[in-house]
């Protein structure tokens, strides 16, 4: 097989301009086309290539460039990144038509001074309107490809690509297909169509005013099936890169806080240790009194079998701490305290249990008077609460859920005790940790002005 391409690049001597009839001029340059061997005109297979350019020119998407920012605008279906270089502000957004490219394609260059060209509304669909046109006037099969120059992440430099296309295998996928020594590929799809436009680039240079040109020898690319430019854009939720570096991590630190939602049901899915200790040290960078650093956490993972002994060992001292205060305190009979300790506990079986402890004896200061000792006590508590939410942040940014119970607050003789504490660390309740078992319900967003108290 001759695997051999010609490409001819045509130069058209005139600008074009909004209600041009694009399919004429563009028949008259074909009918004249010189091949190397001396032959003439177009033939069955041929593909016929064209800027993007001249189409959206004589189509009159053209538009002053006093409002450049506003086409741009007007072009942007969503804003993928921004960067401000010593220029402007650089803006990479998403069109219409799919295509993730600088300004949103509206291009300065190659149009008269004070306008601005915007991409063709529809390239597709003006592909297949040249192709029928030029298939009618010669009587033969052919196919074409309307192109853009754009950049590439991670690689410096332009090519040129197929924004439209009609009559031509935009893709040709390999998967299946086995290669010479016999290994089957599992994942090459070619962007036929892109290479067409690279090539053609090559051939016509930037400045030769030739927007046009024929391919020859590609024939076996063309296809009657339904094919555009609009299936090479890898659709939304296939693509890792849908949002700039700085872009994502931007709006993950918007969204860590509203991400944490209390998860009550878990997986029996292994917690690594990692990222438990990933959410320990962010918790400990919570704002505390008097530069100290009061916080302090025992893991009890319930794959360990002497951690879960000595979580249920810790439980079950707590259960008979709260049956004495629901007996003795409150006088409750019995069947009601059965009924209540009965419930299933959360923390019997979740996972990971971190027990937060704030420990007055790191840090915080001592006054002859109980009212600001009491004082000073609060000031460590709002510290570990805040060290607690840290925590919890994180854990969620790891994809763990977490519950934050209460109970060991309301029993933390019986947690010193356990784990031989000082008498001035103050167990924060317990975090119950695993995988979700479900993604987390959202809920609607607060508005500050219902939390404002009028000063
Ligand atoms: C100090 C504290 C103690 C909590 N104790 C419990 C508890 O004992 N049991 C429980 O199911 N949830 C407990 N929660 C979780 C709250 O119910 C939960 O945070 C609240 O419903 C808001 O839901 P969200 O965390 O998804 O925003 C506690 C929360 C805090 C801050």
Redesign the pocket.
């Known amino acids: 097989m001759n695997s051999s391409i010609t490409i001819v690049p045509i130069r058209i001597d005139q600008s074009f301009s909004p209600g041009d009839d694009l399919s004429a001029i563009v028949t008259d340059h074909l009918a004249q086309v010189e091949w190397p061997d001396g032959s003439q005109g177009i033939d069955d297979g041929d593909i016929v290539v064209i800027t993007s350019k001249v189409v959206a020119k004589a189509e009159g998407r053209i538009a002053q460039a006093t409002s450049r920012d506003d086409a741009i605008q007007d072009e942007t279906i969503r804003v993928v990144a921004t960067k401000r270089t010593p220029r402007g502000l650089t803006t990479i957004s998403q069109t219409a038509h799919g295509l993730v490219l600088a300004a949103a394609g509206v291009d300065a260059s190659n149009t008269d001074q004070g306008t601005v060209v915007l991409l063709p509304e529809d390239p597709d669909a003006s592909a297949a309107r040249l192709r029928e046109d030029i298939e009618r006037t010669f009587n033969v099969g052919i196919g074409v490809v309307i192109t853009d120059t754009m950049g590439r992440p991670w690689r410096l430099g332009v090519t040129d690509v197929a924004i439209g296309a009609s009559g031509v295998q935009v893709l040709d996928d390999f998967t299946g297909r086995q290669d010479e020594y016999g290994n089957t590929l599992e994942m090459t799809v070619v962007a036929i169509a892109d290479e067409i436009a690279a090539a053609v680039e090559l051939a016509s240079g930037k400045l030769a005013r030739a927007p046009l040109a024929v391919v020859r020898g590609l024939s076996q690319h063309l296809t009657e099936k339904p094919a555009t430019a609009r299936d090479v854009v890898r659709p939304l939720e296939e693509d890792l890169f849908w949002l700039g570096a700085a872009e994502a991590m931007k709006e993950g630190g918007q969204r860590a806080v509203s991400q ?5 049901h878990f997986t029996d899915d292994h917690v690594d240790a990692e990222p438990l200790e990933r959410a320990i040290a962010d918790a400990v960078l919570a704002p505390a009194p008097h530069h100290s650093e009061p916080f302090r956490f025992i893991v009890l993972r319930g794959d360990d079998p002497h951690h879960a002994n000595r979580r249920t060992q810790l439980l079950d001292a707590m259960r008979n701490a709260w049956i004495a205060d629901l007996s003795s305190i409150d006088g409750k009979p019995s069947d009601e305290i059965n009924r209540r300790v009965a419930r299933g506990n ?1 923390l019997r079986t979740a996972p990971v249990v971190i027990i937060p402890i704030v420990d007055l004896d790191s840090g915080a200061h001592t006054y002859p008077d109980d009212r600001r000792n009491s004082a000073e006590r609060d000031l460590f508590m709002v510290a570990g ?1 805040a060290a ?2 840290n925590l ?1 942040i994180r854990l969620a940014a790891e994809g763990l859920g977490s ?5 060991t ?1 309301f029993a933390p003789e019986v947690v010193r005790d356990h784990f031989d504490l000082g008498q001035r660390a103050i167990p ?2 317990a975090v119950a940790i695993g995988h979700p078992s479900a993604p ?2 959202g ?1 609607p967003p607060r508005s500050a002005s219902s939390y404002l108290i009028e000063p």
């Open positions: 944490r939602r209390t998860i009550r959360l609460g607690v939410e919890m519950a934050w119970i209460s109970s607050m924060l309740g987390a319900q809920r």
